[in-house]
Structure formats: structure tokens, C-alpha cells
């Protein structure tokens, strides 16, 4: 933007603001000279009218400006000139001030971390497992989940088509605190490449996926699984030879009846031919190390729910305004 921009963008607006601002003073002005006119006897004659006529019979009247009217018109300028000196506005101008949203936004970002910064070090220094078993942490892990997490994975954790499930203790990349912790800071970015060439006709394509489903027990075509079994050499570079994936490059397992993007043959099918694209954004420069510390353990606890601390009431009521404040609003997709 600051390219687009030069300085005479500046100087423009500030004149076209200052000429507004004085010719609504000489407008206002001007109307303060009419005047209700009266008769002899002192009584007010019939105003005068504008020369406006609509539906025949109807009239405008030039009739005087009410005086509060008037002087609220002439304090709405002044107002406006004295923001204008003090703020920013003014063409390119900062401003007596030198206030900005960004300033604004930085300072109120230093005094929450003032304030609440010596609560997450503290769990920072914490064993992620210890973490998870302490309720003021889960109740500040689980508000940063639904601020930064939720809109992917779903408020239950439960995820969608394309968003894992973080409670059934299947992960991709390992469920242990670390690499949940991993995955929240750096992000993943998983890939299957299209595998329909490499594969064959569609009919191979089908008599593999007849297979995959085989190998989870799910309702399959023996027949076809038979066939496409030798076909499956090309998958398990990267899925092992038995189906069971590989947590090293986040090949999924296929034997265990959890999809990620559904498990009809079809969708096999589909995936097999076109692949998938998956990405979990990055949150080191979203959240603190200690937010993401204590996001961990919560992610953690969803499926180790024997370690995971319960919450009271007044827990919750006390940790409000902590996790409004920790609180940084983006989508996040934990891969598993």
C-alpha cells in the first residue's frame, strides 16, 4: 500500500476536507440570514416558499433554521476540527496525539501479556501430561481451543470431513504431548499424490480400493480385493505393506475404520485418482509458547480423558476474563 500511495494523496484530501468543512460554515451561515417576517400589527406573515411544488399542492417552505439546530450544526463542526487536530485524519497526518489502531492494538497486547503472562509461563514450566490435570489450565486451554481451533475441528473436537477427530486417539503424525505441541506450533501440510495413473485402469483403481476397505474388515468385494492386492505394492511406500500407515510422513492407517474424508468406495476411489491436499496453518505466530503449551495439554486430554482435570463452576467464572484475553481468533486444523 505504501507504494500505491505518495504524499500528494495527503495534501489532496486535506484540502478537499478543509473546503468541505469552511463551505459548511458559509451554508450554514447563509440560511442563519432569513428571518421570520411579521406585519404591521406584529404578527408573522405567511412564509415564503421555495418554488418547489410536488403532487400538485404541496410546498416547501423557507422558513428560518431552528437556533438549537443551528448552534448543534456549528458544534458538530467545531468537534470535527478538533478530532482532526488531535487524531489522525487529516490527509496523512498523525495526529497531536500520534494515535493508531496499531499502537492501540500493541499497547493493550503488552499490558494482557503483563498481566496474564507470568499465569501461562508458569504452566509452561509444566509437564504437558501435569498441565492437562490442572482445571485453571484446561479451562484456559479449552477457551483457547474454541477461539482458535473450534472452527475446524468443531466445539466437541470431533472434526468433519477433511478435519480429524481429536478424541478417538487416532493421529496421523503421533498423539503423544510433544508432537501435538509440534503440530500446533510449525503446522502440517499432508499430501497423497494422485495415484490413478500409477495404478492402472479404473478398474485396477476400483480392485484397490476393494482392497483398502478389506484390509479395515469394512463390506468389500473379496473378488476384486483379491485382485487388486498386488496393485497395493505402489501404496505401500508410504502406508507399510500391512496397511498400517507411517506416523513419520502422516500416512494414514487404513485398517482401523477411521477416514478422514470417508470410507464408501467411492471416496476411495476419488482420492486414490485425484489425491489429497491438507493443510494445518502454522500457530508460532499466532499464539505464545505458553498458549500453545497449554493448548497441547487440552488437545491432549480430549482423548486421555483419564487425565484430563474436570472444571468447577467457580473455576470458570474466575478464568473468563484470563481466556478473552489469551484469546486470538483463527481457524486452526490440527492434522493428526
Known sequence: MADFFSEW??????????????????????????????????????????????????????????????????????????????????????????WSQVGAYEKEMKDGEAQYGPIFNKFLAMDIKDVARDPQAHEIGQRLFLNNCAQCHGSDAQGGKGYPNLTDNDWLYGGDP??????????????????????????????????????????????????????????????GADGKGNQMVGAPNLTDKIWLYGGDINTIMETINK??????????????????HLLAAYVWSLSNTGNAASVSDADTNALRQITATAATPDAGNVVK
Open 275 to 292: 489425491g489429497r491436499n491438507n493443510q494445518m496453518p502454522a500457530h508460532k505466530s499466532i499464539l505464545t509458547p505458553g498458549k500453545i
Open 178 to 239: 510433544k508432537t501435538i505441541e509440534l503440530t500446533i506450533t510449525e503446522g502440517r501440510h499432508g499430501i497423497m499424490p494422485p495415484m490413478g495413473a500409477v495404478v492402472g485402469t479404473d478398474d485396477d483403481v476400483r480392485n484397490v480400493a476393494n482392497y483398502v476397505l478389506s484390509l479395515s474388515n469394512s463390506a468389500h468385494d473379496p473378488i476384486k480385493a483379491a485382485i487388486g492386492k498386488p496393485k497395493f505394492a505402489a501404496c505401500a511406500a508410504c502406508h
Open 9 to 98: 494523496w495527503g495534501i489532496g484530501i486535506s484540502i478537499v476536507v478543509a473546503i468541505s468543512m469552511v463551505a459548511c460554515v458559509v451554508l450554514l451561515w447563509s440560511q442563519s440570514k432569513v428571518k421570520v417576517k411579521v406585519g404591521a400589527d406584529g404578527k408573522p406573515l405567511p412564509a415564503e416558499t421555495t418554488g418547489h411544488v410536488w403532487d400538485g399542492d404541496l410546498m416547501e417552505q423557507n422558513n428560518p433554521l431552528p437556533q438549537w439546530w443551528k448552534w448543534l450544526f456549528y458544534l458538530t463542526i467545531a468537534f470535527s476540527a478538533v478530532y482532526l487536530i488531535i487524531y489522525p485524519g487529516f490527509g496523512a497526518r498523525q495526529g497531536t496525539l500520534g
